[in-house]
DNA sequence: CTGAAAGCGCTTACAG
DNA sequence: CTGAAAGCGCTTACAG
């Protein structure tokens, strides 16, 4: 098949290529050009099933109009849901995604980034799995359109959007306390620097009661059931009465080792952060701390593209979104 | 930030854009190039941190070595996995990902193809929501790289990669029979003229020992849990005693629903098709049909790439893959 | 061993 | 009201 270019509209018609883009680009009008000549050229546009070429435009216009967007990982429902929202806003805005997964692998991350930038994205918005902004300091110099989501950095002037990981955290050992929990425990997830993992983390550290009685599982990304396990076999012998998860990998997983392997988690209460569906339908009830991803992701659109618009007069903003609890 | 072209780094060691171009793609060495000059060039390019610009390079060639993929709903479990797997590949192969959903839109749906072939995708991955293959005849005819995945048409010269879901569903009511059932109900989803449903739904009927006792609700796709809700209510007062969902989302909207209205499944045997993991940690028990998601994302990248690297020479396939019964 | 030139398909000053 | 030309950044025959 061969496309049809602005060269075979303008031949066939007997017009130049420029009255063409011109006509296609609804600069007609306000160019002057004739009202009947616009309708030929669009009839004719239309009979040859114009396409334009994206990376011709892209080339010479130097935009795109396709956002990057890096996760961890799609398939956790957090993120699947995040990059629905982040899908809805841009196309609402005319805009494409293009959207990488990094498994925590930072040597990916790098790569994914610089791919990304390769294909001339306008923006990038990341959910970044990195250790430290040094990594990125470079777009940031380069004054490249950046929006971090979830997991930011710092004192790092580069837009941002995240939840208040915690008083997040807080409230949640604060319902656990309510419910008469004693001595309640954190299960973690590595990497720990990630930002909002660690800030739930001191969260958590931050409410205890007697913070001697601090006990932190910290479980591997990577090996998430059977890190569990083993922290559930230690759990069993020991008197800690009450389980705030960081978020909804490992409270999942604590609900699958315990059915699997038959604990009995009746005793204890639990809340996870992130809250997710299938938390309605679960035993043992597991509470959570709710975030709002579809602002999140808004926002991020919001921001990337006020930062296309207004260039230099664009201001940096750091959005901190409030979460939810939700009892069950 | 100006980004450095060919252009800057040829001035700046006084030698041709030509040779620049050579070297960093590799043709050094083939071409004859002075190891030295091999070296400065690659220096130089590090130094000024050279970004090849792939739209100008796509317009060059002809090709992005971007490949699109369009689902339902990428926050749905299935596609969620299926959009991994496909990363997967197309990542380990050079490939990258235009992901978009079109929530079972197919105005959205015709506007999204479009929009990836404008912005040059090498080829397509489809898991259309389309209720024929007229809509995309033209992309057939044109002889556009495509692969459809999940939801086929008949006798449509297209690859395509499907599961055996006829069987997969006879897999399901048969095991419902197994367990005691004497009269089966099918939960589906609307719009059922998508190939994967209408074929579970062919298989339930097929597999029925008496089919004038046939009995299927047909929940609209954008209000599930109402529709669920309905069906319970109504089902609360029959004689049915088990049920085949065609799909992980009226599984989980049947479980949240019994657990929100207090409904009593537990003289009802249930069966879904997909299986998530949230299936081991529910009560009641759902056993499920699962499809090898993997393989299916893993094929359809392969299939694609074939497609591209032998042209002509490519053979068409149909690949049918076969679901395992997971009893719980 | 290396360079000059053409051209991918588009848009945009510039000219008339 | 319309066209000719330049140029975005790249690759690839072609020439020497």
Redesign the interface.
Known sequence: ?KKASLKDIAESLGVSKALVSLVLNGKGDERGINKQTQQRVREKAKELNY??????R??RIGR?N?IGVIVP???N?FY??L??AI?QEA?AKGY??????TYEDTQKEKKLI???????IDGLILASSFDSKNEIE?LR????PLVLVDRVFKDFEVDSISVSNTQGAKKAVEFLYDKGVKKPVCFTISPVYISSINERIQGYLGALKDDTEAKLFQIPHDSIEDGVNQALIELKNSDYDGIFCVNNSIA?AI??Q???EGYDLEEMEIISFDDI??F????PKISSISQPIYEIGRNAVSLLIDRFEKQENHQIQHLVLDTVLIER
Chains 1, 2 share one sequence.
């Open positions: 098949m396409i334009p070429n994206q990376y011709a892209g080339l795109t396709t990982d799609i398939s429902v699947g849901k990059c629905k899908e196309y494409n995604l293009i959207i990488s997964n610089s791919d990304l930038i390769n294909r001339n470079g110099e380069n004054k490249f999942k609900l699958r315990a059915n699997l569906e299938i309605d339908i679960v035993s």
